[in-house]
């Protein structure tokens, strides 16, 4: 299954929906230029919900550590929500779980935005 | 599975895709727990990857060379390229703070994670990965289980 990404506002925090795979190629391009064009629109509170993320590889990984400096970069503050145990376990053992904000109720992670 | 197969591919990112289908196919039938199917298809996946990409460097003349062999106790994979080797030394940390953030870097990692056995052997005519899962349980292996 190839990755599907869409965009809804929640009090004034953009959430992207994102199913399928990220991994190296369509996937991961998807993803850096949703999250570009976001942050080029001045949306620079991001959630990436990955509920539907059912396989992700080392350039996913990558792609996701891309999209968190970049909104960092520009003044702005991206979260990860909703995690599949596939993922929770890649970002464990990479010891990038704690880098990254993960959240795991989408009211509570929309109101953690400063 | 026959005890052993070997497919050579061309150096494009389908192969990546392909290998890693490959290593779900072969695990699955051997009979390795979904997880362990997951790990292998992945380490699969990543040394693919860098076969293709860093080995090969996408050129058309150079193939990857994917083998899966089976013993009773034991999967071995090989995946070899034909580019110009790689310098393990040269190899960052990915787990070392000021390696956490960068994009790239977690392949070898996460062969190394998940494979029971991993050895790289770089050469100026290429690199060969061979990583080993060992079989645990009665049914990998493609045998009836005893209860």
């Known amino acids: 299954m190839s990755m599907k990404l869409s965009t809804r506002q929640v009090d004034g925090v953009t959430i992207v929906d994102c199913s399928g795979r990220i991994t190296l190629g369509e996937g991961s391009v998807m993803m850096r230029d949703t999250v570009r064009d976001l942050l080029s629109k001045g949306n620079k509170k991001i959630i990436l919900n990955l509920g539907d993320v059912n396989y992700i590889d080392s350039s996913g990984i990558g792609e996701l550590v891309s999209a968190f400096t970049t909104t960092k970069n520009q003044g702005g503050e991206l979260k990860l929500l909703h995690l599949t145990k596939k993922v929770h376990d890649l970002l464990q053992i990479t010891k990038l779980y704690t880098v990254f904000d993960v959240k795991d109720d989408e009211t509570a992670a929309v109101k953690s935005f400063k | ?147």
């Open chain 2, 1 to 147: 599975m026959e005890q052993s197969v070997s497919y050579t591919l061309d150096s494009t990112l389908d192969t990546v895709d392909h290998a890693e289908q490959k290593a779900t196919r072969i695990a699955t039938e051997l009979g390795f727990a979904e997880d362990e199917v997951m790990q292998i298809s992945m380490a699969v996946r990543e040394g693919a990857v860098n076969a293709v990409l860093h080995g090969n460097a996408y050129a058309p003349d150079k193939k990857v060379i994917l083998a899966f062999e089976h013993t009773p106790d034991n999967l071995v994979i090989t995946i070899r390229d034909q580019g110009k080797g790689i310098n393990l030394s040269e190899i960052p940390n990915p787990l070392a703070p000021e390696n956490l953030l960068k994009t790239s870097g977690r392949g070898i990692f996460l062969m190394r994670s998940f494979m029971d056995e991993v050895e790289i052997r770089p050469s100026q005519t290429g690199t060969e990965v061979k990583m080993i899962k060992h079989v645990h349980g009665a049914t990998a292996g493609g045998k009836e289980g005893s209860q």
